[in-house]
């Protein structure tokens, strides 16, 4: 079992920037692959961004390339997600997983913290 609490989120104009945070307790973290997931209103879950165990490997939904970066600290059992150049469409609750696996679905993590709202004004 391991328990995960984001933060980090709030409201930012179009074009702004916002890290976002998971931190994690309980049973070991780095055996984990973690991912962020958000949620719009009406909208299905969908992944955003994936890290493997170890740090060494991450993977972006074609929404996130080269505005979010997933890392994470093995020593601190944090996540991060920093966002740039944020748009209103990535308005949505933001989520994190644990897993045991790098993978895109919602099934395959059974772990989940309680969200983050991040808004994003035009």
């Known amino acids: 079992q391991v328990q995960l609490v984001e933060s980090g989120g709030g409201l930012v104009q179009a074009g702004g920037s916002l890290r976002l945070s998971c931190a994690a307790s309980?049973?070991?973290?780095?055996?984990?692959?973690m991912g962020w997931f958000r949620q719009a209103p009406g909208k299905e879950r969908e992944i955003v961004a994936a890290i493997n165990w170890s740090g060494t490997s991450t993977d972006y939904a074609d929404s996130a390339k080269g505005r979010f970066t997933i890392s994470r600290d093995n020593a601190k059992n944090t996540v991060w997600l920093q966002m740039i150049s944020l748009k209103p469409e990535d308005t949505a609750v933001y989520y994190c997983?644990?897993?045991?696996?790098?993978?895109?679905?919602?099934?395959?993590?059974?772990?989940w913290g309680q969200g983050t709202q991040v808004t994003v004004s035009s």
């Open positions: 309980g049973r070991s973290f780095n055996i984990y692959a």
């Open positions: 997983a644990a897993g045991p696996g790098m993978r895109a679905g919602v099934k395959d993590y059974p772990y």
